[in-house]
């Protein structure tokens, strides 16, 4: 067995290795997005925002940037930022629904749900859409009072998905609540 000391200077090997490897294909903006992850694991917070900047800026269309570079700003309280990077990546791809979903959670955190709410439509609308779409635009529709939307909302997650269990969960209480 190895001591704690040399279990750590192990891993920190590892997590040099993992970058250097990273960077031998540079030219790849998932590179850049992986190694930006690991410094934010490690809360090297500065480090991690100048990867997904460095990733934006060699590919200015690859949505998970965007998304982890909004996050990132979530956990600094900075809200307004992540509005604004997902706002440029929306004007390069308008109709990209984990934009458009993601960029509706950020408004929802802001207190602007009424603003969200058309954002949450259209992502839950797209073709690729995942059910958790659908599932947080029918309880955003729910929350704003307009239960029956809601319920229509999934009746018709439900009719796209079968029988995902987030939606049927969701549709039982919308419709057994009072």
């Known amino acids: 067995?190895?001591?704690?000391?040399?279990?750590?200077?192990?891993?920190?090997?590892?997590?040099?290795?993992?970058?250097?490897?990273?960077?031998?294909?540079?030219?790849?903006?998932?590179?850049?997005?992986?190694?930006?992850?690991?410094?934010?694991?490690?809360?090297?917070?500065?480090?991690?925002?100048?990867?997904?900047q460095t990733a934006l800026r060699l590919f200015d269309r690859f949505v998970p940037a965007y998304i982890n570079l909004a996050d990132l700003y979530r956990e600094w309280q900075r809200e307004r930022d992540a509005e604004r990077i997902l706002m440029t990546g929306l004007q390069r791809l308008p109709d990209q629904p984990d934009l458009l979903h993601s960029l509706g959670l950020s408004l929802v955190r802001q207190d602007r749900l009424t603003e969200a709410m058309p954002l949450f439509a259209a992502a839950a609308a797209a073709p690729e859409a995942p059910p958790r779409y659908t599932l947080v635009y029918a309880i955003g529709l729910e929350t704003t009072e307009n239960r029956e939307a809601a319920i229509e909302v999934l009746e018709q997650g439900l009719e796209r998905y079968g029988e995902n269990a987030e939606l049927r969960n969701a549709y039982l209480q919308f419709t057994q609540a009072p």
Do not use: C, K
């Open 1 to 52: 067995l190895l001591s704690a000391g040399s279990q750590l200077a192990r891993l920190l090997q590892v997590f040099v290795e993992y970058r250097t490897a990273h960077l031998v294909s540079a030219e790849r903006t998932e590179s850049f997005i992986n190694i930006a992850n690991l410094e934010r694991s490690q809360g090297r917070r500065d480090t991690a925002e100048a990867y997904y």
